[in-house]
């Protein structure tokens, strides 16, 4: 499963840009183990590359019961983080130092979700 985007995915994704701020969806499945990685992760995330970039995260959270959902489509946790621009957040993926702090989360995830979000007019 992909835990990481491509650099085809990258591309995709900055070539769609429809400029202005970007949310990001984060669905989260975690590997034997791997909540402590991920927190771990996410202190560094929220210490040192989100304010370097701009971003912040507006939501995180555990799932719950799923109320609609097929067999497998249950997350373990949550996460809606707003970056300036998509710019950014592929400016931080390149970060050297960010790519190490990403082992962690790349460690703690069996599967995941990361979508960028086009607000509603």
């Known amino acids: 499963m992909a835990i990481d985007p491509s650099s085809t995915d990258v591309r995709r994704y900055l070539t769609e840009d429809p400029g202005g701020p970007v949310v990001m969806l984060n669905l989260l499945r975690f590997a034997e183990g791997g909540r402590a990685l991920y927190d771990q992760y996410a202190r560094a995330m929220g210490k040192t590359f989100l304010p370097r970039y701009g971003a912040e995260v507006l939501y995180s959270g555990d799932g719950s019961t799923p109320l609609v959902a097929e067999t497998g489509q249950s997350w373990d ?28 989360r790349g460690r703690a995830l069996s599967e995941a979700v990361l979508q960028a979000t086009t607000p509603w007019s």
């Open 77 to 104: 946790a949550v996460a809606l983080v707003r970056y300036p621009s998509r710019e950014a957040f592929t400016q931080m993926i390149a970060d050297p130092e960010y790519q190490e702090v990403s082992e962690l």
